[in-house]
């Protein structure tokens, strides 16, 4: 038994099991009543932001060639599901994905590439401005966030326990998105002690979900949020 609240964040939708990063995957987790999806930003060389982890379209789709050398109706040629078996699915514009959502699920942007004013605009456009957190994984970016948006949510994705705290909450930055194995009791607990929420990434098994969920971070990110979903159901009928 534990006591905490978890938020749960689908990493790129429901992907153990649909097309990462796909509008199914995304509609998948809604449908098991995730908090978050979380999905990955890139810009093409037309300037639209599209939402791929990769930076070339040949892991995930029947393409081949890089997001930033291609146009997104060339991007729209290609099928992004058909690798995980659910063909007809496209590499989706990031509008798409907030034309898909529910009205209670927020999104957990992170910038993989991208021009920071032109995805502030497209969130504007859509009036998605308070369903969303940004995150990536270079300062800079998010850096560049806080200056154009510091009512958005704004975390520092990292693969360990980061360094540069001070600079962190001096640019406002209060969320860090940390590899799970990174995270134990205390340096969660360090971590709160400095002001900062938690979200570890992404342990997958039952097991791993497990401890991270006792090292008292609050957001957990995994590619099984049906897996921790039955968890913190079985946890509440206690
Ligand atoms: O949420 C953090 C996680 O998405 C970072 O890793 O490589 O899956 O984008 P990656
Ligand atoms: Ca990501």
Known sequence: MFESIIIVVAHRGFSAIYPENTVLSFRKAIELGVDFIELDVRQTKDNEIIVLHDEKIDRTTDGSGFVKEMTYKEIQRYDAGRWKGYSGEKIPHLKEVFEAMDSNTRILIEIKQCDTEKLIKVIDDCNFRD???????????????RNISPEIVTSLISSSIPENLIDLIASGIRKIDINFNYLTKISVKNLLSRGFIINGWTPDTEEDIIRTIQTGAQ???????????????????G
Request: cysteine-free; overall charge positive; hydrophobic content about 40%.
């Open 219 to 237: 957001f957990i990110t995994t590619n099984r949020p049906d897996i921790l979903k039955k968890i913190l159901s079985k946890n509440e009928e």
């Open 131 to 145: 369903r969303v957190f940004v995150g990536s994984f270079n300062l800079e970016y998010v850096k560049q966030i």
